[in-house]
């Protein structure tokens, strides 16, 4: 894997999400709270999962597996 030469953060409907792997992305609040996590998965027929990060910080929980990104990305908004 090659590093990034630039950290690309998108901001949307109050999160920020930044690719920190070729298949992860933080999802985090403008404070940098973390929210948790979109995956993509290699071989899957809904390739993105969305998991929140649990209050105690010590684990996720899985929101279930999308068709698009934007999907993903939208449930942890709620």
Do not use: C
């Amino acid at each position: 894997m090659l590093p990034r030469a630039v950290d690309v953060v998108t901001t949307r409907r109050g999160l920020e999400r930044r690719q920190v792997n070729p298949t992860l992305w933080r999802i985090t609040r403008r404070d940098g709270a973390v929210v948790g996590y979109v995956e993509h998965l290699q071989s899957s027929a809904r390739p993105f999962r969305a998991k929140r990060m649990n209050a105690d910080r010590r684990g996720f929980t899985s929101l279930g597996d999308f068709d698009d990104f934007e999907d993903a990305f939208d449930v942890l908004r709620r």
